[in-house]
């Protein structure tokens, strides 16, 4: 029977102890302020804003993408603009106004993980996006205001959606007003009835 050697074994075990440190250390400090990070945030003032999870977040861009072709809308280009190849291109030229995009906060929505923000074009403020993301299967439920002030739900519009997008859409619901305030713990639970 072939044994290991003590020192061997703890070398081993110390290896093993380093990587899962600094992977789970990789997981928090390291990732890019995309969805996984906003999905994972406990303080709102330390979640990404709406900018840095569509910059950072392939699938959650081809979702709002996707919602708004089928709405018969394209991506504004306020929204395009958050890439980083497009902030480049913009630090080249004249600063324009910063966007309004607070953070995007977490929900469990029926033990399903979910993040909700949304984002404001800086020249108009009723032209606006707010997107309900679910993190798993990468599926939205939009509410699009476009620059002609016409609004459309979009997407995955089931009834638990339909209702905290509604709220959510209410600055006098109790979920509004829970959202804004500061001590919210996070994720916030959502149960259907």
């Not at 029977?1 to 081993?12: Q, V």
């Amino acid at each position: 029977m072939n044994m290991m050697s003590p020192c061997t074994a703890a070398l081993l075990l110390f290896t093993f102890a380093f990587l899962t440190e600094s992977s789970s250390a990789h997981d928090v400090r390291d990732t890019p302020p995309g969805a996984y990070q906003s999905a994972q945030c406990q303080q709102a003032t330390q979640c990404p804003l709406f900018d840095d999870v569509y910059a950072h977040t392939p699938a959650f861009r081809h979702a709002l993408s996707l919602n708004l072709r089928h709405g018969g809308e394209v991506v504004p280009e306020w929204v395009k603009d958050k890439l980083p190849s497009r902030r480049r291109e913009a630090n080249a030229s004249p600063p324009g106004p910063a966007s309004t995009a607070p953070t995007m906060l977490p929900l469990r929505i029926d033990d399903r993980p979910y993040i909700l923000g949304q984002m404001s074009d800086p020249q108009a403020q009723r032209h606006r996006l707010v997107a309900l993301y679910d993190t798993e299967r990468g599926f939205a439920t939009i509410y699009y205001t476009n620059e002609g002030g016409k609004a459309s739900l979009l997407g995955d519009t089931t009834e638990i959606l339909r209702t905290v997008m509604n709220d959510y859409l209410n600055a006098d619901s109790a979920f509004a007003r829970s959202l804004a305030s500061p001590d919210v713990v996070l994720p916030i639970p959502v149960v259907s009835q």
